[in-house]
């Protein structure tokens, strides 16, 4: 309630202060009220709610049209187009032509750590299939050149993506490019799933040939159905990194902090209305975040390499030892979220 209370106000801060213009900021609170009471007993969300209500009474041209009064290009232009709200902003926020560009650049990045991790996997298939055979020797050989591949494309994408989010580190955001930030992510919401999804179906039917090797050996070699488990599980996991990366870099704007003078009229979702009305106060918590979840960063996945490695080489598991960095990858989302909830609630 108290949102839509300072969205009124910050609505009438360029209107005249008469009877006229009081007794319609008290009309509007009372319809808007109202509303938002509505929509809570029909099962709404507070946030859901309050987009709603905000998103339903209009703009301030139809305000200043109600009321009898003239345009004002300056008043109207920060609060109805995102395009002027983005020139009007701090010189230092993040423009959607700037989003695009880093989203462009991080699919590539998604793309060749997904693919690194797949011919990761596919390079330990490769000894695994022509063990104990007359090709055993250029097995290995594969091993190694397609390991190779995989190191180079983790260090020139993890290379190449840390200097390009350096740029936008620690910078606010205009309004128009929160606001494209929160129609992709919520466009992207539903691939991100469905990747999910099949990724994790795809790596449960990779165990379908290691038993079929087992039981039906005539059909499936030992060596086939172990190979094609990595491989097949290699594909599993490139679907579930691609997309968790896209996804993880689109969400991080739609939460970032808006510059200060850089305000929007709202066209998004009931869900993220409230997101464009950002407190000042918390471009410090945005940045501590950040802080502290580098500093993560930093030290959590030479740890998780650490293991990796350990686990492969003293007890021989590189059949699954591949897994921790997925499962390294999980526990990742999970505890950056624990510490921005943490800083936000100090």
Same mark, same amino acid.
């Given at each position: 309630?108290?949102?839509?209370t300072t969205?009124? *106000?910050?609505l009438?801060?360029?209107?005249p202060d008469n009877d006229k213009?009081r007794? +319609?900021k +008290?009309?509007?609170? +009372?319809n808007m009220r109202d509303y938002?009471?509505?929509?809570?007993?029909?099962?709404?969300?507070?946030?859901a709610?309050?987009?709603?209500?905000?998103?339903a009474?209009?703009?301030?041209d139809?305000?200043?049209a109600?009321l009898?009064?003239?345009?004002q290009?300056?008043?109207?232009?920060?609060?109805?187009?995102?395009?002027d709200?983005?020139e009007e902003?701090d010189?230092?926020?993040?423009?959607?032509?700037?989003?695009r560009?880093f989203?462009?650049?991080?699919?590539?990045?998604?793309?060749q750590?997904?693919?690194?991790v797949?011919l990761c996997?596919v390079s330990?298939?490769l000894?695994?299939?022509?063990?104990g055979?007359?090709?055993e020797g250029?097995g290995?050989?594969?091993?190694?050149?397609?390991?190779?591949l995989?190191?180079g494309l983790?260090?020139?994408?993890g290379?190449?993506?840390?200097q390009?989010?350096k740029?936008?580190? *620690?910078?606010p955001?205009?309004?128009?490019?929160?606001?494209?930030a929160?129609?992709?992510t919520g466009e992207?919401t539903?691939?991100?799933?469905a990747?999910?999804?099949?990724?994790?179906?795809?790596?449960i039917?990779?165990?379908?040939p290691p038993i079929?090797s087992a039981?039906i050996p005539?059909?499936i070699?030992e060596?086939?159905g172990?190979?094609l488990?990595l +491989?097949?599980a290699?594909?599993g996991s490139?679907? %579930?990194?691609?997309v968790?990366?896209?996804y993880?870099q689109?969400?991080?704007?739609?939460y970032a902090?808006?510059a200060?003078?850089s305000t929007?009229w709202y066209?998004?979702t009931d869900?993220d209305?409230?997101n464009?009305?950002?407190?000042? $106060?918390? $471009?410090h918590q945005n940045?501590?975040a950040?802080?502290? %979840?580098?500093?993560?960063?930093?030290?959590?996945?030479?740890?998780?390499?650490i293991?990796y490695?350990?686990v492969s080489?003293?007890l $021989?598991g590189?059949?699954?030892?591949?897994l921790?960095f997925i %499962?390294?990858?999980?526990m990742?989302?999970?505890?950056?979220?624990?510490?921005?909830?943490? *800083?936000?609630?100090?």
């Open positions: 309630m108290d949102t839509i969205y009124l *106000d910050s009438f801060a360029s209107l213009t007794q +319609a +008290a009309d509007m609170l +009372a938002y009471r509505d929509l809570l007993r029909e099962g709404k969300s507070e946030e709610a309050i987009g709603a209500v905000i998103s009474f209009g703009s301030i139809e305000l200043r109600d009898g009064m003239p345009a290009a300056t008043a109207t232009t920060t609060q109805s187009d995102p395009t709200a983005e902003a010189e230092d926020a993040i423009t959607a032509t700037e989003l560009s989203w462009h650049m991080a699919d590539q990045f998604a793309t750590i997904a693919l690194g797949l996997a330990i298939a000894p695994a299939y022509t063990g055979g007359r090709w250029f290995v050989i594969g091993m190694f050149l397609l390991a190779a995989a190191v983790f260090i020139w994408g290379t190449v993506f840390s390009q989010k740029q936008l580190n *620690d910078r955001i205009t309004a128009s490019a929160k606001q494209l929160n129609k992709t992207y539903r691939q991100f799933a990747g999910l999804i099949a990724g994790i179906m795809i790596c039917g990779s165990l379908i079929i039981y005539l059909f070699s060596n086939a172990g190979a488990f +491989a097949i290699g594909l490139y679907l %579930i990194i691609y968790s990366i896209n993880s689109l969400k991080r704007y739609a902090t808006t200060a003078n929007a066209h998004g869900d209305a409230t464009y009305w950002e407190q000042p $106060h918390k $471009h940045t501590r950040r802080q502290d %979840i580098a500093l993560f960063h930093q030290v959590y996945w030479p740890t998780v390499l293991i490695l350990l080489f003293l $021989h590189w059949a699954y030892s591949w921790i %499962i390294g990858g999980v990742q989302n999970i505890i950056t979220a624990v510490i921005a909830r943490r *800083d936000y609630s100090e």
